[in-house]
Nanobody, 118 residues
């Protein structure tokens, strides 16, 4: 089991920045692929970015260049730095821990609201 707690969301003006954090506990953090997803009202949850246990990153196309995912295994934390935010980035952002080891394991945080508005 992995427990995930997101923080860092809030209200920001267009063009502004936020850094989301996701603190993990309960298992060996470093072996998990960690991801950020988001869900806007009336829309499906979508991938924002993920980072593997080896540090390889992958971004949804529209976020490439504006968002940066990183992880600190010593602190059991994954981050999402979001720059040049747009109103369409408004959503609840969720942290995910993913592992395939015989079976597939997925754990989710409770989400943090990001609102981009003037």
């Amino acid at each position: 089991q992995v427990q995930l707690v997101e923080s860092g969301g809030g209200l920001v003006q267009p063009g502004g920045s936020l850094r989301l954090s996701c603190a993990a506990s309960g298992s060996i953090f470093s072996i998990y692929t960690m991801g950020w997803y988001r869900q806007a009202p009336g829309k499906q949850r979508e991938l924002v970015a993920y980072i593997t246990s080896g540090g390889t990153t992958n971004y949804a196309d529209s976020r490439q260049g504006r968002f940066t995912i990183s992880r600190d295994n010593a602190k059991n934390t994954v981050y999402l730095q979001m720059n040049s935010l747009k109103p369409e980035d408004t959503a609840v952002y969720y942290c995910n821990a993913h592992l395939v080891a015989g079976s597939r394991y997925d754990f989710w945080g409770q989400g943090t609201q990001v609102t981009v508005s003037s």
